[in-house]
Antibody, heavy 119, light 109 residues
Framework: EVQLVESGGGLVQPGGSLRLSCSASGFTFKDHFMHWVRQAPGKGPEYISTIGSNGETTFYADSVKGRSTIFRDNSKNMLSLQVSSLRAEDTAVYYC????????????WGQGTLVIVSS | QTVVTQEPSFSVSPGGTVTLTCGLSSGSVSTNSHPSWYQQTPGQAPRTLIYSTNTRSSGVPDRFSGSILGSKAALTITGAQADDECDYYCVLFVGSGWVFGGGTKLTVL
């Protein structure tokens, strides 16, 4: 059974930084692209970032480009996202999402971790 | 900036058929956009319904189907049920990444 468990969310002050983690199990992690998608309260999901299976390829949405880093540790089946210079509009549930190989689409979603940016 | 458009809301009678659409603010949606559809109930993570335009994800009932209709991607629900009442999001791959539509809130009544 595929499982994606996010952690690292919480209350952060504006201008601060946060590292989110996602522990993966139930599939061959090193063979899959992985994504982060976020969803602000009452809004639709928003694509944030992607990392290739070996970590060498990364994509970022404009909303986080330059202040976010996605990385992975295939030896530990872990995906991470570091976000800095946080602002109120970064408040959202952040989902770790498994890629569906070869289809340019999302497959399985974790339950998400809530990040609140507020003073 | 690419904007993916969806109907904000739609209503369907139980047992009825409804087609939700997914368009681009400029241009047409084709299979090259790799349209996919996701279902989300309140408080839950999204669930994949359709990928690659028209392929159902594992466990998705065959009353959900995807297609290209004209210049848009479409999700058709045939024989709508009460628990289909939730939010539906389409996603398009636009070369530099993925873009979500604003979602359609489906009411079954």
């Amino acid at each position: 059974e595929v499982q994606l468990v996010e952690s690292g969310g919480g209350l952060v002050q504006p201008g601060g930084s946060l590292r989110l983690s996602c522990s993966a199990s139930g599939f061959t992690f090193k063979d899959h692209f992985m994504h982060w998608v976020r969803q602000a309260p009452g809004k639709g999901p928003e694509y944030i970032s992607t990392i290739g299976s070996n970590g060498e390829t990364t994509f970022y949405a404009d909303s986080v480009k330059g202040r976010s880093t996605i990385f992975r540790d295939n030896s530990k089946n872990m995906l991470s996202l570091q976000v800095s210079s946080l602002r109120a509009e970064d408040t959202a549930v952040y989902y770790c999402v498994k890629d569906r190989s070869g289809t340019w689409s999302f497959d399985f979603w974790g339950q998400g971790t809530l990040v609140i940016v507020s003073s | 900036q690419t904007v993916v458009t969806q109907e904000p809301s739609f209503s369907v009678s139980p047992g009825g058929t409804v087609t939700l659409t997914c368009g681009l603010s400029s241009g047409s949606v084709s299979t090259n956009s790799h349209p996919s559809w996701y279902q989300q109930t309140p408080g839950q993570a999204p669930r994949t319904l359709i990928y690659s335009t028209n392929t159902r994800s594992s466990g998705v009932p065959d009353r959900f189907s995807g297609s290209i209709l004209g210049s848009k991607a479409a999700l058709t629900i045939t024989g709508a049920q009460a628990d289909d009442e939730c939010d539906y999001y389409c996603v398009l791959f636009v070369g530099s990444g993925w873009v979500f539509g604003g979602g359609t809130k489906l009411t079954v009544l």
